[in-house]
Nanobody, 122 residues
Framework: QVQLVESGGGLVQAGGSLRLSCAAS?????MGWFRQAPGKEREFITA????????WYADSVKGRFTISRDNAKNTMYLQMSSLKPEDTAVYYC??????????????????WGQGTQVTVSS
C-alpha cells in the first residue's frame, strides 16, 4: 500500500502562485491532481506519466498550472500560477499502480492523499 502526503496548500491572493507537493511512500505510475470545491464534484486537473514525458491538463487550468515529478524522490509537484478565486478547493493527489491513459477518471487511481486546502482570495 502506497501512502500519499500532500503539502503546500494555503491562502493566496488572486493572481498569486502556490506550489503543491505530493510525496509517495513507494513507486507509482501515472499520478494526478484532482480538486473538490464545496458543493461540487471532484474534478480532474492534471496528470503525468511515470516518465514525465506525457502530461494532461483540464482546460480550466491549462497555461496556468504545471505538473512535474521527481521519481528519485517519489514526489510529484503542482505549480499553480495566476490563481483565481474559482481555484479555491481541496486539492488531492492520486496515483495509479499501473500505467493508464484514462487519466481523467478518478476510478483509475488506486491511492489518494488526504487533501490540502487552497484558498484564493479576490
Amino acid at each position: 500500500q502506497v501512502q500519499l502526503v500532500e503539502s503546500g496548500g494555503g491562502l493566496v491572493q488572486a493572481g498569486g502562485s502556490l506550489r503543491l507537493s505530493c510525496a509517495a511512500s513507494g513507486r507509482t505510475f501515472t499520478m494526478g491532481w484532482f480538486r473538490q470545491a464545496p458543493g461540487k464534484e471532484r474534478e480532474f486537473i492534471t496528470a503525468i506519466s511515470w516518465s514525465g514525458g506525457s502530461s494532461w491538463y483540464a482546460d480550466s487550468v491549462k497555461g496556468r498550472f504545471t505538473i512535474s515529478r521527481d521519481n528519485a524522490k517519489n514526489t510529484m509537484y503542482l505549480q499553480m500560477s495566476s490563481l483565481k478565486p474559482e481555484d479555491t478547493a481541496v486539492y488531492y493527489c492520486a496515483a495509479s499502480k499501473i500505467a493508464t491513459l484514462s487519466v481523467t477518471s478518478a476510478g483509475e487511481y488506486h491511492y489518494w492523499g488526504q487533501g490540502t486546502q487552497v484558498t484564493v482570495s479576490s
